[in-house]
T-cell receptor
């Protein structure tokens, strides 16, 4: 069964304190792995798509990496405005369905 | 820059009442989705529409019906609401629907069924 597990559930960082969020997945043939950011009371907003092991993508203070079993979202020198819930999702070949993890709630303190 | 628009934003129903959640996108996307988000469960797909005139059941379709009215609009109907349907509902769209595409989400409808 296709599955996505995110850890930790919640993370509190001081401003400038770098860290990583983890997304572990099992899927029958990975078509794509997606990262989204969700602010309270809003819908998820797309960040990255990763397609194959070894791939990396960056956007401002965020960098996403992918291995055959997991993905990491690295946050470098975070700011309070990076506080949000970060969602990971995967899609397998042969399906249109996206399997979402439960997310990591990130709080960055000034 | 409207993107995906959902109405209403909040709704309270009594058990057994019916209602329709509305969703419209202005990006000329082919595919549209309805998800529900519950604490500790992640986003779960209720129904999917690959294109105008087609709909498919997702992971949790029981108790719901959908209508893809045209390319822009995709509505979700609860015929007889139950407390288990208390959730936050998100509509999403993607450009082609062939898979491996980013989803564009609306801002959600928070539904409480008493």
């Amino acid at each position: 069964e296709d599955q996505v597990t995110q850890s930790p559930e919640a993370l509190r960082l001081q401003e400038g304190e770098s860290s990583s969020l983890n997304c572990s997945y099992t899927v029958s043939g990975l078509r794509g792995l997606f990262w989204y950011r969700q602010d309270p009371g809003k819908g998820p907003e797309f960040l990255f798509t990763l397609y194959s092991a070894g791939e990396e993508k960056e956007k401002e203070r965020l960098k996403a990496t992918l291995t055959k079993k997991e993905s990491f979202l690295h946050i470098t020198a975070p700011k309070p405005e990076d506080s949000a819930t970060y969602l990971c999702a995967v899609q397998a070949w042969g399906t249109y369905k996206y399997i979402f993890g439960t997310g990591t709630r990130l709080k960055v303190l000034a | 820059n409207a993107g995906v628009t959902q109405t209403p934003k909040f709704q309270v129903l009594k058990t057994g009442q019916s209602m329709t959640l509305q969703c419209a996108q202005d990006m000329n996307h082919n595919s549209m989705y309805w998800y529900r988000q519950d604490p500790g469960m992640g986003l779960r797909l209720i129904y999917y529409s690959a294109s105008e005139g087609t709909t498919d059941k997702g992971e949790v379709p029981n108790g719901y019906n959908v209508s893809r009215l045209n390319k822009r609009e995709f509505s979700l109907r609860l015929e007889s609401a139950a407390p288990s349907q208390t959730s936050v509902y998100f509509c999403a769209s993607s450009e082609k629907g062939g898979g491996n595409e980013k989803l564009f989400f609306g801002s959600g409808t928070q539904l409480s069924v008493l």
